[in-house]
């Protein structure tokens, strides 16, 4: 891991004194960082940033999650354009405890922030891929535009869907209405799959590698429910649904809101792990029917 060693020494952390790879990131590179006092540090870095502002506006997301949502986050020791490095945590424990104290933190995340409008005061970054977050009054309408039809100029979703992919996309946008019930806007993670919950030094859950922005609850609820959460965190999705007063739809609306995650898979990676396939299963109702 010379490469953040290197970039941590650059940033003036010389007393780090190695880098051991960590598992999960996909759009960066990752480890856990020792100092000479024997304590660790997180630390991602890009070989070749998106942009000068993609550490600043998660670590910014950070912080508004812990401030205004109440839920726990690392600590931010430097963000810049080449660097983030944060505290470390602790992998989650496999216990229904744990996803009981989850559906707590991410109700209260989401019952206690609601918002006017539909957006964020900037752009930021899923993955390598920029976020639009432009403010909008219509929820329907931001996450037609800003969450799916957003993706369709990137290059690999245009090789990957075809026309009459497309043409369903585009008919299910202008049929959300119909299908999604109307809710406020409220702050949400924006990237919460098992892999960025992990725990304090304590043991009580907390969200790394966040996507902020005021939108549907449910578009967090959708990437859980629908990127294989372990067998213990069902308590998670009984109890969130019970203290946000979910009605019994929800389940069936998981895969329409999980479009936008796969369609920015689709745009980022390859192989795309399914995405494309999923895609196209959702869109099939909305094809012209011959």
Partial sequence: MSFLLERLHAAGLTDVVAAEPATGGLAATAGLARRSD?????????????????FTAEAEGLTVLREAGGVATPEIILADRDLLVLSALQPRP?????WEQLAHALAHL??????PRFGWHRDNWLGRRRQVNT????????FAQHRLL??????????????????????????????LPVRPACLTHGDLWALNVMATPDGRPALIDPAVSYTWAEVDLAHLWTTAPPAEAHVFFELY????GLDRDWRARMPILQLRQHLAVIAQFDPDWGAADLVRAT????????
């Avoid at 024997?38 to 993609?54: H, L, N, Q, R, Y």
């Avoid at 496999?94 to 744990?98: A, N, P, Q």
């Avoid at 989401?110 to 918002?115: A, G, N, P, Q």
């Fill in 150 to 179: 957003r993706w369709l100029g990137e290059r690999r979703v245009q090789e990957a869907l075809d026309a009459t992919d497309r043409a369903a996309l585009e008919r299910l946008c202008h049929r959300l209405p119909e299908l």
């Fill in 135 to 142: 403010w909008t009054d219509d929820g329907f309408e931001f």
């Fill in 94 to 98: 496999g216990t229904e405890t744990f």
């Fill in 110 to 115: 989401h019952t206690t922030t609601r918002s």
């Fill in 38 to 54: 024997g304590t660790s540090i997180f630390v991602k870095a890009f070989g070749e940033p998106p942009s000068d502002d993609a």
């Fill in 283 to 290: 869109l099939a109702p909305f094809r012209p029917r011959h």
């Fill in 241 to 244: 649904a019970e203290l946000t």
